[in-house]
Every structure is written in structure tokens, then in C-alpha cells.
């Protein structure tokens, strides 16, 4: 049963979108349209960063997208905000090590998706203890996204977890490209997760489609 479910969440990871108003180029909601046309299978609000909105207009922007992912059946997750989530009637949040704790929000969400970052096996472990879904790895490569983040580890860590049996499904974080995105498959991760990769693309559906081949023929391993 698990490994039906495994087997979903992972095919759901595959291009993973990560977007807040801040790092769009132009309206939000044209931006997460165009990604979905070019075939990203998920998508995370993470509202965050200088400038990012807040209170009301973080919910009115939430609905928004929320209602794009509802009607063109594209799974809605909600970075850090476990209220916001529930607010939207959100597919699933997503957590790091500094956010709420994973036993904690897993009570809160009751069986919507959980991801968690995880850096090390201590954290692997305790995030599959407690019920996550699927673990966010990284960053793979340098990014200039977030500043506040781990050192950059490339794929060793995602060969050591499957190296060492783990089936949970993975997604790679951080630096990556259409370029690059074949290797952290290749490494064992089950999909890539991109902010500006697509936000900053002036063709974004291209730029989907891309990610989307490099991720697949990185899986032809
Ligand atoms: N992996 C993923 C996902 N999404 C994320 N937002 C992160 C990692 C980073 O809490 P965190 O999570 O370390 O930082 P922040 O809250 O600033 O994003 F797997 F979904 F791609
Ligand atoms: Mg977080």
C-alpha cells in the first residue's frame, strides 16, 4: 500500500514549482498558468523574501493560486504557513527544520501531503517517523534564492539515501537547471524542485518543457 502511494508521490515530483509574488517577473497568476501548460506536476505558495505579502493579500494571492491548481488538477502546497493551508484547503504544506515540527503539523493536516526538508539521516529518520511524504533535498547547487540555507551538498546525499534503501520519495532543491536537472535524477531523486528556472524564463512553458525532459532522461538510469 505504502509503496502504491510511494509510487504516486514520486511521479507527482517530477517538476515540482516553487513560487511567491516576489520572485515573479509579472502577475502570479499568469506565471503559475503558463508553468502548468508547459507540464509542472505540483506546485508550492511560498510567499517569502523582501517584499512579500502579507496578511490579507497573502490570502487573497493563496485563493487565487489555489484555484488554478483546483481547476486544472495540479496538487496546491503551502510553504511553512500550516494555517494558510488549511485556510485554502491546501493538497499539502511543506516544512523545514526551523518551521513547525513534523509530528505537530502532521496532527494539523491529518492525511494531506507532508514534505520535509532533510539534510542528514537523523533528520531523514525522524521526518519518516513521523509521517512525511516525501523529503526536500538540498541545496544541490548554489542558489541565489535563499540565503539562509546548508551548505551545498550536490547529489552525495541523495546516492547515500538511496544507497542505503531509503524508498521515500525525494526531490532535489537549489541551483537547478535544464542543464543539470538529468544528474540529480540520475542521483536517485524523484524530481526537481525550481523557483527561478521558470520564473525568470522569458519563455516559461519552454522552459518547463526542458526541465521536464532533463528530469526524465536522468530517470533512464
Ligand atoms: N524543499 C522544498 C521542496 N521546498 C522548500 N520550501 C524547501 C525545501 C526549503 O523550510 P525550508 O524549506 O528549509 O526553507 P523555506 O521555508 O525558506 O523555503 F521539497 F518542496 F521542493
Ligand atoms: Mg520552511
Given at each position: 500500500m505504502k509503496e502504491l502511494e510511494n509510487d504516486k508521490m514520486a511521479e507527482m515530483l517530477q517538476v515540482y514549482f516553487i513560487m511567491g509574488s516576489v520572485n515573479c517577473q509579472k502577475d502570479p497568476v499568469d506565471v503559475l498558468k503558463e508553468a502548468i501548460a508547459g507540464g509542472i506536476t505540483i506546485f508550492q505558495y511560498r510567499e517569502k523574501g523582501n517584499g512579500a505579502l502579507e496578511g490579507q493579500e497573502k490570502l487573497e494571492l493563496a485563493k487565487k493560486l489555489r484555484g488554478i491548481c483546483s481547476d486544472l488538477k495540479i496538487p496546491f502546497i503551502v510553504n511553512d504557513d500550516i494555517d494558510l493551508a488549511l485556510a485554502v484547503n491546501a493538497d499539502g504544506v511543506h516544512i523545514g527544520q526551523?518551521?513547525?515540527s513534523v509530528e505537530v503539523v502532521r496532527k494539523k493536516i491529518g492525511d494531506r501531503i507532508l514534505g520535509v526538508s532533510v539534510h542528514d539521516l537523523t533528520e531523514a529518520e525522524h521526518a519518516i517517523r513521523f509521517g512525511a511524504d516525501y523529503f526536500g533535498v538540498g541545496p544541490v547547487y548554489p542558489t541565489s534564492?535563499?540565503?539562509?540555507?546548508?551548505?551545498?551538498?550536490?547529489?552525495t546525499f541523495l546516492n547515500k539515501l538511496r544507497a542505503m534503501g531509503y524508498k521515500t520519495p525525494i526531490v532535489g532543491i537549489g541551483g537547478i537547471t535544464s542543464e543539470n536537472a538529468s544528474n540529480v535524477t540520475k542521483a536517485g531523486a524523484d524530481g526537481v524542485s525550481v523557483i527561478t528556472a521558470i520564473t525568470n524564463a522569458v519563455d516559461i512553458e519552454e522552459a518547463v518543457r526542458k526541465l521536464k525532459t532533463s528530469v526524465l532522461a536522468g530517470m533512464q538510469r
Open positions: 526551523e518551521d513547525d534564492t535563499k540565503t539562509d540555507t546548508k551548505a551545498v551538498q550536490g547529489v
